[in-house]
């Protein structure tokens, strides 16, 4: 027993997830093309990596940003595109700044956590404020407007792709997509 009441420790949970909504509330747009993405390590925008198996994904990541958070807990946003014939799926994502990274996707004006997010052959899959998104949560130092920080992406078929995502002001509206 940590010492804290059965009652606190129910409603620590909520008070996470009450925190990340207020820090979704801003959320209503799509993504730019600042991101540099590639396997393994570091790249520049629109670099794509496929998998070997026949009917392959060919995935790029453009338009990731992050609002600078305003305590510990950030959201990141971004489009995967895939010019493959295969499927692929984000299954997790990874950062040195947080161990604890998410994928949600919004109901209604809930965040629902869940294990992948499907990138269909020649589709895509929009992060975007709103929507289905990134979480960090318990970030020790949060980044500052013009930084940028590290993700990297991890899918079933492709494996992972290291993101650079630069962080934008707290209110920041990516331009419109044509």
């Known amino acids: 027993?940590?010492?804290?009441?059965?009652r606190r420790r129910a409603l620590a949970p909520a008070a996470v997830l009450?925190?990340?909504?207020?820090?979704?509330?801003a959320c209503s747009g799509g993504g730019n093309a600042d991101a540099a993405?590639?396997?393994?390590?570091?790249?520049?925008?629109?670099s794509s990596a496929s998998s070997a198996a026949g009917g392959s994904p060919k995935l790029t990541v453009t338009g990731a940003y992050m609002p600078q958070p305003v305590?510990?807990?950030?959201?990141?946003?971004?489009?995967v595109h895939n010019a493959g014939t295969g499927d692929d799926a984000l299954t997790s994502v990874t950062s040195p700044?947080?161990?604890?990274?998410?994928?949600?996707?919004?109901?209604?004006?809930?965040?629902?956590?869940?294990?992948?997010?499907?990138?269909?052959?020649?589709?895509?899959?929009d992060l975007a404020r709103g929507g289905n998104h990134i979480m960090l949560m318990g970030i020790a130092h949060p980044p500052k407007q013009g930084q940028s920080i590290e993700?990297?992406?991890h899918f079933k078929r492709t494996g992972a792709i290291k993101v650079t995502v630069p962080v934008k002001a707290a209110n920041y509206q990516?331009?419109?997509t044509p």
């Open 174 to 176: 990516p331009p419109a």
């Open 37 to 46: 993405a590639t396997p393994g390590s570091g790249g520049g925008a629109g």
């Open 1 to 6: 027993m940590t010492g804290r009441s059965p």
């Open 18 to 25: 009450a925190a990340a909504g207020l820090a979704l509330t």
């Open 71 to 79: 305590g510990d807990l950030a959201a990141g946003f971004l489009v």
């Open 97 to 125: 700044l947080s161990d604890s990274v998410t994928i949600h996707k919004t109901v209604g004006n809930r965040m629902v956590e869940v294990k992948s997010f499907d990138v269909p052959p020649g589709g895509s899959l």
């Open 151 to 153: 993700l990297d992406l």
